[in-house]
């Protein structure tokens, strides 16, 4: 259960400062135009009309990470299958734990978000600690669920 609390926590100041930008707010990065930038390099349309109205696609992809957490957590994610919860939570484990240390140590040493000129270096601190908490948090729920869940071995009939 600290390991729910834990990445929720980890994920709300990076789901905060994300919906500040999608409803307008420029703090801690560059002034350019986000969904027009989106646009040209390539986004899909449905990308870019989220961002415009205000929805940011990675605030999605945290919620989504909280939900997964939520389930591997509490007994209702018992009842779905194992590995439909096992799969993804293993996975951003292995994924986003070390991307998110290796953000925190790009930013340490001065490394900045993204290919633009403006951001802020508490975005890359911001950031990385949302995907190494919720990658760290996924590795203790998921080992915790896969214990809970495990079926015993029957033995073979003869």
């Known amino acids: ?36 930038e989106m646009r040209a390099n390539g986004a899909p349309e449905a990308l870019v009309w989220m961002e415009q109205h205000g929805i940011d696609f990675t605030v999605l992809g945290a919620v989504g990470g ?18 439909a919860l096992l799969a993804p939570g293993w996975a951003g484990a292995v994924v986003l734990t070390p991307y998110g240390v290796a953000t925190l140590v790009a930013s340490a040493v001065g490394f900045t978000v993204g290919d633009a000129e403006g951001w802020s270096p508490w975005v890359g601190y911001v950031g990385g600690l949302a995907f190494a908490g919720l990658g760290l948090s996924l590795a203790f729920c998921a080992r915790s669920y896969q214990r809970r869940t495990r079926r015993p071995l029957t033995p073979a009939a003869s």
């Not at 990076?14 to 930008?21: A, D, E, P, V």
């Not at 909280?66 to 590995?83: H, N, S, T």
């Open 1 to 36: 259960m600290k390991a729910l609390w834990s990445g929720i926590a980890a994920l709300t100041p990076y789901i905060l400062m994300k919906s500040y930008w999608a409803f307008g707010g420029s703090a801690g990065r560059p002034a350019a135009d986000l969904p027009a």
């Open 66 to 83: 909280i939900v997964l957490l939520a389930a591997l957590a509490r007994p209702w994610g018992e009842r779905l299958p194992p590995l």
